[in-house]
């Protein structure tokens, strides 16, 4: 199970870290990732980690302004949001691929998802 924390409203310009605590097994061995979901629009991919965190890749949207990273000691994974925009506003997912190696930048990569957690970002 995965429980993501750690959104709320803020406005354009600030910062937010959001994080994913995975329990009942360990997902220190798995690819994991952030995905979205605006109001009207499909579930987007943000990004993506590998099971070491030696590999990540993050959406064209948000590169430069967020970080994927993770603690596998601690079975969870982190997105640092930086310069938020307008645009962020979403229902962000975390989730995690049954899959070891690579990165995962696809939903049917995932088998496994958070609750989401909003992040509203006001002008």
């Known amino acids: 199970q995965l429980q993501a924390s750690g959104g709320g409203l803020v406005q354009a310009g600030a910062s937010l870290r959001l994080s994913c605590t995975a329990s009942?097994?360990?997902?220190?061995?798995?690819?994991m990732g952030w995905f979205r979901q605006a109001p009207g629009k499909e579930r987007e991919f943000v990004a993506t980690i590998s099971w070491s965190g030696e590999s990540t890749s993050h959406s064209d949207s948000v590169k430069g302004r967020f970080t994927i990273s993770r603690d596998n000691a601690k079975n969870s994974c982190y997105l640092q949001m930086n310069n938020l925009k307008p645009d962020d506003t979403a229902v962000y997912y975390c989730?995690?691929?049954?899959?070891?190696?690579?990165?995962?930048?696809?939903?049917?990569?995932?088998?496994?998802w958070g609750q989401g957690t909003q992040v509203t970002v006001s002008s």
């Open positions: 009942g097994r360990t997902f220190s061995n798995i690819i």
């Open positions: 989730a995690a691929s049954s899959r070891k190696y690579g990165l995962g930048l696809r939903e049917s990569e995932y088998q496994y």
